[in-house]
Structures are given as structure tokens and as C-alpha cells.
T-cell receptor
């Protein structure tokens, strides 16, 4: 089945630094990837939709200059949290879409726990 | 905006019981619905899906029911096991291929 690898699984960084999270589709081409953020005991909140080769579409309230998304290939999307602050500490999850399946096959990564100190 | 909500935040059952987790959605135009299971510290795991042109779909020990009249979705888990303990989310897609919108989640706790 479709597999999405997300790396790193956890990261601790100092306030003011930047962190990059990678999301890779291992056995299919993901023309579209979605990035979500999840705070403790809350649901997944969509941050942005990333289409290969074009600029990401951000949800209302998500700062595009702070959360940089790059989707340069059909198997890799990256989310960079720039100038991280403690309030950015969260669980970040990517989802890749496999357009080859009838239901567009949303496949989720295992998530990245970001802690900003 | 559109959102998918849940009726109950927690559900506690005994091992072997059947579990029913409910979800209400707000957009009658939603085309595709998915139930996910999420264990602590992990990404969502696909359980079962259903399209808007169906009202019932069965999998292994799980059944999803869709009532478009009242915009209600439910997940039934038969013979619930301790390994089923997790948070369950319903999600909807307004159009095929668009982003999933997640509900708040129900924590299922199974005691043996």
C-alpha cells in the first residue's frame, strides 16, 4: 500500500531558529500534499495544500512567511518553520494524495513532534 | 466555515462490546467521508471510507453509516478490543481530491 515517510519524528529547537520537516511518498507519486498541525487533545487543523511545482495554498490564519512549504518533486514536500517560538510547538502531520487510486488515497505520515524551547 | 463535529468526546466500553462513534457534518455537499484512528504520538490510520452515494459500508469488524438527511456519520466497531483504544476522527472532503476537514475526535477507551 501507499506509504508516506515523515522526518524527523521529533525535534527540539531553540527559539528563533528554523526547523525543516520532510514528507516523502515512498511508492507513489503525490501530486498534492497537505500539511496539518495538531495541538494536544485537539483535532488536526489544515495549514496548507501543496501542489507539485506550484506555490502552496495556505489556510486563513496561517502565516505563509513563517511556514514555508516547498513541493519541488512528486515525492517530496518540506515544511520549514522559520524563527520558531514556543507557541509553534505542536505535532505536524503531512498527508499525500495518490491520484492513481479511485478515492484519491489520502495517506498520512507518522507526524513530527516539534518542541521549541 | 464548514466543520465536522462529534457528539461525544469520550466513550468507554468493555472488551467484547460493540462501540458506536458518532459524527455530525455541516456541509451537505461533502462527497467523501473517512474514519481515522489515531494512537498517541502517531499519524492518523485509515479505518474505512464512504462516498456520499452510499449509506452503508462494511469492513472487517467496522461499519460506517451515512445519513445524508440529517448529515450524520457513525462508526460501528464490533467486538471491541483493548487494541481499539485510541482517538477516532471523522473527516470529510468537500470535493474528491480536496483537503480533508477533521472533526474534534472521540477517545475510545476499552477495558478488559
Amino acid at each position: 500500500g501507499a506509504v508516506v515517510s515523515q522526518h524527523p519524528s521529533w525535534v527540539i529547537c531553540k527559539s528563533g531558529t528554523s526547523v525543516k520537516i520532510e514528507c516523502r511518498s515512498l511508492d507513489f507519486q503525490a501530486t498534492t500534499m497537505f500539511w496539518y498541525r495538531q495541538f494536544p487533545k485537539q483535532s488536526l487543523m489544515l495549514m496548507a495544500t501543496s501542489n507539485e511545482g506550484s506555490k502552496a495554498t495556505y489556510e486563513q490564519g496561517v502565516e505563509k512567511d513563517k511556514f514555508l512549504i516547498n513541493h519541488a518533486s512528486l515525492t517530496l514536500s518540506t515544511l520549514t518553520v522559520t524563527s520558531a517560538h514556543p507557541e509553534d510547538s505542536s505535532f505536524y502531520i503531512c498527508s499525500a494524495m495518490d491520484r492513481a487510486t479511485a478515492n484519491y488515497g489520502y495517506t498520512f505520515g507518522s507526524g513530527t513532534r516539534l518542541t521549541v524551547v | 466555515g464548514e466543520s465536522v463535529g462529534l457528539h461525544l468526546p469520550t466513550l468507554s466500553v468493555q472488551e467484547g462490546d460493540n462501540s458506536i462513534i458518532n459524527c455530525a457534518y455541516s456541509n451537505s455537499a461533502s462527497d467523501y467521508f473517512i474514519w481515522y484512528k489515531q494512537e498517541s504520538g502517531k499519524g492518523p490510520q485509515f479505518i474505512i471510507d464512504i462516498r456520499s452515494n452510499m449509506d452503508k459500508r462494511q469492513g472487517q469488524r467496522v461499519t460506517v453509516l451515512l445519513n445524508k438527511t440529517v448529515k450524520h456519520l457513525s462508526l460501528q466497531i464490533a467486538a471491541t478490543q483493548p487494541g481499539d483504544s485510541a482517538v477516532y476522527f471523522c473527516a470529510e472532503s468537500l470535493q474528491a481530491g480536496t483537503a480533508l476537514i477533521f472533526g474534534k475526535g472521540t477517545t475510545l477507551s476499552v477495558s478488559s
